[in-house]
């Protein structure tokens, strides 16, 4: 029973990086005057928590792209981009 529950976290957790990676590549193929290309450079005014800082999504997809050794530059290929970013079951 505990080992079904840790593979279902295991794969909930592929799937969601496998999806950041794909709307990354996704947005890195949209040209720059694209409003979703726009909010990347956006900077958020304000203060963070006192707490501890919380994982940004950014944080988290560049370690994703470490962990698979990917670069900026692969998305342009979006059928390469998405066999290399595909996690098999």
């Known amino acids: 029973h505990d080992t079904k529950r840790a593979l279902d976290v295991d794969s909930i957790i592929d799937k969601m990086r496998e999806g950041r990676l794909r709307w990354f590549g ?3 193929r949209r040209p720059q005057s694209a409003p979703v ?3 990347e450079a ?3 005014e304000g203060s963070m928590r006192r707490d501890r800082p919380k994982l940004r999504w950014e944080d988290r997809l560049k370690m994703d792209m ?3 050794r990917l670069s900026d530059d692969m998305t342009s290929d979006r059928n390469a981009w998405r066999d290399r970013i595909r996690i098999s079951k």
């Open 66 to 68: 470490k962990e698979f």
């Open 37 to 39: 290309r726009r909010v």
């Open 26 to 28: 996704h947005v890195k």
């Open 42 to 44: 956006m900077v958020v």
